[in-house]
Structures are given as structure tokens and as C-alpha cells.
């Protein structure tokens, strides 16, 4: 199968290469998926689980990306809850090969049904930037209606996402970004907008939950703005403040069928839209990443035509 390979982290997206690999095996409970399109978050590169296995042994040359939509194509021995020829739409093992290739194997436990009036592009748009607003926003910030929003990168692809599901449960939504990303947000439902570039942050008060995707400086100042008994989330690490009033956290994403189906649902009917950026076929991946252009919104490879 094609596939595209990794072999040095200093190298970043330059060492990338379009190889050819043996087609993946089904372990137990895995299904092996024809992807149709895959997900690419460029940070994944200084991830260590792309480098490494969970015992930190070296397991390069891998595949990255871990977003993906496909058929099934094959079942693992024992898996269930899924069947040969089924489209399906999920978030790949952090520490196994992952999505940008022809065949990847997957935890079936880690996969939703696509449904068939969802295309296969969108799909794989929606796991890590899906399920890291839903989880940012509703098991770590506890989010209600009536409460004030801050996201952080609110034009970007998970941003949008945060932007759209706060909005829709009945929160004030702020976004932040750059002076270009403006209107965009607003566009994805952000009701202000605070210019990262040229205006204050420190003219925002009483927020209750911050969704903070840039960290540094910025995770610092927003930490100001918080009311007492707020939540500041974190995908960037860890923040270095200690919260006298207010909850801190950071958190990865994981695969959750039920929320992927929650999220499915609501691109179905209109409330919620998927924030791509660029399309580009498996032959030009490795172009699409090096690219110097900046791109706003989800970078999704269409792996078949």
C-alpha cells in the first residue's frame, strides 16, 4: 500500500516520504479500514508517540495521522459493534501507524458509523478537532448556558468547533486570533472578538471558561480574566500559575463513539460546520505539509478519489 513515512523528528514534515509498506494485520478487537481521507495536525510531528512506543523504544519508520474515514474492510479476532463494508469515521492509536495511508488497523472501539450523506473528507475533519471541543467544553469545562467563552484561535479548526458547540449550548462567545481571522470567527458564531496582534486582552473580564490553544504569554493573561469558580482548559500543556479561585487543567483527546456520534449528528442537520482548509491527494501530502502558505482550518488528505 502507499503510505506516508516518518523516519526523523529533526527533519519535521521535510523528511516526509510517499513509500510503499505491507498492508497492516488485525489484532485482536482491531478492524482494518480502507481510509478514504485522513486528518493531519501538524504539531503531531514533536509528538514522542510518533517516535516512539509506550515503553519509549524507538519505532520509526511510522505513518502519522490519527483522523480518519474509510470503510471497513476487514475484522481482528473477536472485534464487534462494526462489520465488513461499513463506512466509519474515528481517531487512531497515538502509538500505532496511523491514517495517512491506503489501509491503516484500528481499535474498533475507536471508530463511529459515517453516515452515508457524510462525505468522507468531512468526516475526517471531525475527530481531533470534534472531540477536543466537546471534551474541552463539556467533561473538563463543565460548560453551562449563560456563561462567558473565551477560545482562543477561534478561526482555527479546533477554535471553530469550540466557537460553534459553546455558542449552541447557550454560552458568550469570544474568540481571539489574528487581525486576518476576524470575520471568520465571527462567521463561525464568536459574538466578539478580541485581535491578538493589536487589542488588549486585558479588556475582557469575567470569563468562566478559557479554551486555550496557544499557551505561553497568552495562557498567563488569560488566566487574569478568569471569575471566581471558572475553568481554564488547556491542550498545550500544562500552565505555569497558581489559580487562587478558579480550576486549571490540561487534557489529550480520546476516541469516544458516542460523543464522535453526537458531533456527526449535528453536521448532519446544520449546527455544526466543519472548518477545512485545504484538500490535497495522497501523491501530494508531503507537498501540502511543506507548503509555506499559512492555512486556516483542517489540512485532510483524500487517500481515494
Known amino acids: 500500500m502507499k503510505a506516508i513515512s516518518v523516519t526523523s523528528q529533526a527533519a519535521g514534515a521535510v523528511g516526509m516520504k510517499l513509500v510503499e509498506r505491507p498492508k497492516p494485520e488485525a489484532a485482536i478487537n482491531d478492524v482494518i479500514v480502507q481510509v478514504h481521507a485522513s486528518g493531519f495536525v501538524g504539531t503531531e510531528l514533536t509528538w514522542p508517540s510518533t517516535w516512539t512506543d509506550r515503553l519509549e523504544r524507538d519505532r520509526t519508520p511510522s505513518v502519522p495521522g490519527h483522523e480518519l474515514a474509510g470503510v471497513v474492510v476487514a475484522l481482528g479476532y473477536g472485534t464487534t459493534g462494526l462489520s465488513v463494508g461499513q463506512r466509519v469515521f474515528g481517531l487512531a492509536d497515538w502509538y500505532r501507524d496511523g491514517t495517512l495511508a491506503e489501509y491503516v488497523a484500528v481499535e474498533a472501539r475507536n471508530l463511529a458509523p459515517l453516515p452515508g450523506d457524510v462525505d468522507f473528507t468531512v468526516g475526517a475533519s471531525l475527530p481531533i478537532s470534534g472531540l477536543t471541543a466537546w471534551q474541552g467544553l463539556f467533561d473538563h469545562g463543565r460548560l453551562r448556558a449563560g456563561q462567558r467563552v473565551l477560545a482562543h484561535g477561534a478561526a482555527g479548526a479546533v477554535g471553530s468547533m469550540v466557537t460553534q458547540l459553546a455558542r449552541e449550548a447557550g454560552a458568550y462567545v469570544i474568540g481571539t486570533g489574528r487581525a486576518a481571522d476576524r470575520q471568520k470567527a465571527l ?60 480550576l486549571v487543567l ?48 483542517k489540512k485532510v488528505i483524500r487517500v481515494r478519489p
Open 187 to 246: 462567521d463561525f458564531g464568536a459574538q466578539d472578538f478580541v485581535d491578538l496582534e493589536n487589542d488588549s486582552l486585558e479588556d475582557v473580564r469575567d470569563v468562566d471558561l478559557v479554551f486555550d490553544l496557544i499557551g505561553g504569554d497568552i495562557g498567563k493573561q488569560s488566566a487574569r480574566l478568569m471569575r471566581a469558580g471558572g475553568t481554564l482548559v488547556s491542550i498545550v500543556g500544562p500552565i505555569e500559575i497558581q489559580p487562587a479561585n478558579f
Open 250 to 297: 490540561d487534557f489529550v483527546v480520546e476516541a469516544d463513539r458516542a460523543q464522535l456520534g453526537e458531533i456527526v449528528q449535528r453536521v448532519r442537520d446544520g449546527r455544526l460546520r466543519p472548518n477545512i482548509g485545504m484538500v490535497s491527494p495522497l501523491d501530494d501530502a508531503v507537498a501540502t505539509f511543506n507548503q509555506v502558505e499559512r492555512v486556516s482550518g
